[in-house]
């Protein structure tokens, strides 16, 4: 993954990466992330660009650095407003699994041709497609549909914002969502999500279907997940 100055301090940014990373098991848990200067040469920045995004890591409680050791994971779990629980890839990454992302499609779609998107959206609204693997298989399709009136489409932004958390984004852009409403459902498999998954046209998969909303009540999202359970069952974990 690329990073520019255009989006913001290098650290930063870097910061964000090793996160992910962290949250997404490529950096176990109780694992060394990578030396300065590996990192330094990955990102072509110097060594104190990467010590600051280290810092900021150990602040937030998920690396700390050890004299003749190096820089160890101790935490690969954030905090989410979804539940009491833990997010299902937390849940997978602890059981020793590997989560990535992929940015399949990003831009602005015209809703006439569907009925529910243009009742929620109006004529026309923003579209992300992603693709997570589950140790390096395909695994989830990801259809993400936003409102148009957040500014997601800027070229210098998409990448960074799909690759780490979309959620985690959108607060950044002053936009917290603070209800999250999902129904589950199995059917058979499109032929758009079949092909990115790896299967037969019509085997039977889970869908999950998510609307998230702002304080004020407003539709912010609206995703549809295909999960190749076939892979992995989808797994819920709540706190009593």
């Known amino acids: ?22 949250l997404h098991g490529v950096y176990p848990l109780g694992t060394n992330i990578p030396a300065e200067p590996q ?4 990102f072509q920045v110097s060594k104190m660009t990467v010590r600051n995004a280290i810092r900021e890591l150990s602040t937030e409680g998920y690396v700390e650095k050890k004299s003749g050791v190096g820089t160890i994971v101790l935490r690969n779990t954030s905090p989410s407003k979804l ?14 699994h590997r989560m990535e992302k992929r940015l399949l499609g990003a831009g ?5 041709a569907d009925s529910e998107l243009l009742e929620l959206f109006g004529e026309s609204c923003q579209r992300i497609d992603r693709l997570y693997l589950l140790d390096e298989q395909p695994y989830i399709h990801f259809q993400h549909y936003i409102t148009p009136g ?26 917290a969502l603070e209800s999250f409403h999902d129904r589950f459902l199995v059917e058979a498999a499109a032929a758009e999500s079949a092909a990115i998954l790896g299967l037969a046209p019509g085997t039977p998969v889970l869908k999950r279907l998510r609307r998230s909303h702002d304080s004020e ?7 549809i997940g295909i999960y190749n359970t076939q892979l992995h069952p989808y797994l819920v974990s709540y706190d009593a």
């Open 1 to 22: 993954m690329s990073i520019s100055r255009k989006k913001g301090p290098l650290y930063l940014q870097i910061k964000k990466i090793i996160k992910d990373r962290i």
């Open 83 to 96: 539940s009491k629980g833990k997010r299902f890839t937390e849940l997978l990454v602890e059981q020793g």
């Open 217 to 223: 009540g407003n539709l912010i999202e609206y995703s």
């Open 150 to 175: 957040v500014g997601l489409m800027q070229a210098e932004n998409v990448e960074g914002a799909l690759f780490s958390s979309l959620y985690e984004w959108l607060e950044e852009k002053k936009i």
């Open 108 to 112: 602005m779609v015209h809703t006439q």
């Open 39 to 42: 990192l330094e040469q990955e």
